[in-house]
């Protein structure tokens, strides 16, 4: 939750009144049919203070999406979508959620697709020592460098968001 006339998060949600500007706290009114012409007014008011908005992760959901071969990213590109409409309608800590949301299925995508990998390179491996071939000491050099690009790329993702 936020404060309307400052923009700092209250972290207490039962709290009345912000610790740094000591205005009333009210929670966020739901978005109904009713109320939307007002929260909109509210948002696009320019002495109304708004929290900065969060990351949408738009661009990463794309990637894995489309990189991973995946359609659970398409969970996090309807997530990135959401972050940008709460934040319109002055529903700053739902834009929040759908941030988290975001990562965490990106993390998700790019989780799953590491264990594959994983899995796969460990089946090479395993058909290589058993076939009794020369070219194990290959194939282990081989996947010891894929699994550390995918370690690298990973850590880039987690520091981006």
């Known amino acids: 939750m936020f404060c309307r006339n400052c923009g700092v998060a209250i972290e207490n949600e039962k709290a009345a009144i912000c610790v740094k500007c000591g205005a009333a706290v009210s929670k966020p ?13 509210e948002a696009t008011d320019p002495a109304v203070s708004k929290p900065p908005m969060p990351k949408n992760g738009l661009v990463w959901a794309i990637l894995t999406t489309i990189c991973c071969c995946s359609p659970l ?21 739902g834009a ?16 799953i697709n590491a264990l594959f990998l994983v899995l796969f390179l460990a089946a090479v491996i395993f058909f290589a020592i058993t076939s009794g071939e020369s070219v194990y000491q290959g194939i282990v050099a081989i996947a010891s460098e894929i699994y550390e690009a995918a370690m690298e790329l ?4 987690l520091q981006a968001m």
């Open 29 to 41: 009114a739901a978005t109904t049919a009713e109320n939307v012409a007002e929260t909109t007014a």
């Open 154 to 157: 990973l850590d880039e993702v």
């Open 73 to 93: 990213g398409i969970i996090g590109i309807v997530n990135a979508f959401k972050v940008g409409s709460r934040y319109k309608l002055g529903d700053y800590e």
């Open 96 to 111: 929040e959620k759908a941030s988290k949301n975001v990562k965490k299925w990106i993390i998700i995508v790019l989780s």
